[in-house]
Structure formats: structure tokens, C-alpha cells
């Protein structure tokens, strides 16, 4: 398999398969495998969310960005220190703030006295999965600064571009109840998420054994790593693997145009969108045992990629339209192909 040569941020060469190789029964077990340890390990510090972790996951897998909105205390923070720990990955966290600068993320060039040469050092974004605590908080000029690592895995300082480590993903949180003192996100920066997702409160006994197992402050720093980076890195490439025929490859375009023609959409589906929804129907049908994708993949998934990037009219806004409630109306109105792979 050829491989293009990177470099992490410890300085250990690292590799990004250019082609993905052929997934045989043994390569997907192995798979299934490594997806439900990471998956599992999780659930010890986020009981009663399997769903949200088996999606935080996907998007991981897929090479994506995640955006968690939901009210405070409910586990935003740790689902993605959950997720770090458990893929043996380097993490960060930013907490976003009015008075953070775009330097404070990205990192700062120091002059250095005795060589007479700027040096630079690295700001937080320089990890495998960062944390962008409360992104809404900061002003557009320090969110903008994420644009440039999340679309291309680098960052740019005083005219020199530095590469990110490899896998790179962003974990943001927002309260979509408080807004005295946010910045709303912009279009152009919702598009780069990959995926929306809402944690939720817990069921009755799932608190009551969050009471028993929870007393311990810091219970995800006792997570230990169950696949390391080498294992994500060619679980990543598998997905690339995985088959997807032409008229899936149809069927989501012709979810995109709906999108775009639906009388309560101002703003529908973008190009990246519709490659995104491809890319984590493909994670979606590797973690269901399946080489291929079927449109069963596409539905289970598209909710949580596509309700986010879609801008609603004013008229349908007032109405108290929900674009989750669009996309699943969406999802029942466009055909299936007639022949599953």
C-alpha cells in the first residue's frame, strides 16, 4: 500500500494511506473488534449513551469534526476526554472565551535572543483530538482560527504552515440555552462539523448508577487505552474501504437536491455535506459488520450530519420548524434504490 509520509508533533513519522486496502470477513471482525473495545471502554464514565458514543466514535473514524450542543453537566467534556483516553491519543482543551486570541489557539512565534531567530511554539490545536470548551463564547475572530485546521489539518503563523497531528479532531461543545455573551457559530464554520449531536440527561438508573460508580472526581482519567494510534490510523484507512455503489452514490445526491429545493430551506446541503454524509455511512456499515453501505446506513446517520447545515426561511423559523424534523421528512420522501447491494 502506498503512503505519503507525515510527522506528529512528538516527532514519530506517521503515515496516511493514500489507497485503502481491499476489507476481506477477517479485516472487518478485526474491526468490529477494535470498535467495540474503544466503544466499551468509553461506557465505563458514560453510562447510558451508547448511541452518542458509538456516533462521537464514527466521526472520529470518518476523519471529522464534532460539534456537541446540549445544557451543562450532562458529559460534553467528557466524551471527548473519554475518547482520547481510550485511542492512546495526545488531547487538548481549549476553553473559549471573549478575550481569547487567535494566538492562544493556534500558537506564537518568540523571538529568541541568542540565535537572533523566531522560534514557534505550538498552541493547543496541536493534538489529536482537541476540546473547544463553550466555542460560542469567543468572538468570530478567534472561532475563524479553527477554520483553516479543521478544513486542512494545518495551521498558518506569520506566513509558515505547520502540519497537525494525524488523526486531527475537534470536539466543540455550545449551551443552546444561555446566549447573553455567545457568538453564534456562522455557516461557514458549521459546515466544517462534521457531525451535530445532543447528549441528553440520563434515564432514571442510569443516574442512579452515575451516584454509585461517580463518587471518584476524575474517573476518566483512570481510562486506560485499549488501541493505539497505529490501530486508529489503519482503522481509518478501513473505512475508506468500504463499498458504496452507484446508485447509493445517487441516492445521496438526490437527498442533497432535496435539501436544497424544500419550500422551508433557504440554505440546503453543501458539496462537502453530501461527501461527509458518504464518508460516516461507510463508518456506519464497517461498524455493523458490513463491507458495503445500504441506505439503512445513510438514514441511521443523516440526522446528525446534515440537520445542522441547513438554514431554515424566516416564515418556517416562526413557525417553530425543527430541521431535524425536515430531515427526517426529507429521509421518507426520497426513494431508495430499488436494488440493495
Sequence with gaps: MTTTPTTDTDGVSASRPDSAPMLDGAGVARFVTAFDAIAGNMEQVIRGKPVVI??????????GHLLVEDVPGVGKTTIAKALAQSVEAKWGRIQFTPDLLPADVTGISVWKRDSSTFEFREGPVFNNIVLADEINRASPKTQSALLEAMAEEQVTVDGHSYRLPIPFMVVATQNPVESEGTYPLPESQ???????????????????????????????????PVATAHDLRTMISMVKAVQIAPELRAYLVNIAEATRNHPAIELGMSPRATLNLQQVSRAHALA????????????AVAAAVVSHRIVLRPEAQLQGTETDRIVADILESVPVPFDRI
Design 54 to 63: 458509538r456516533q462521537a466514535l464514527l466521526c472520529l473514524l470518518a476523519e
Design 190 to 224: 458549521l459546515d466544517r462539523f462534521l457531525m451535530r449531536i445532543s447528549v441528553g440527561y440520563p434515564r432514571r438508573q442510569d443516574e442512579l448508577s452515575i451516584l454509585e460508580t461517580h463518587e471518584q472526581r476524575h474517573l476518566v482519567d483512570t481510562l486506560g
Design 288 to 299: 455493523s459488520q458490513r463491507p458495503y453501505v445500504t441506505d439503512d446506513d445513510v438514514k
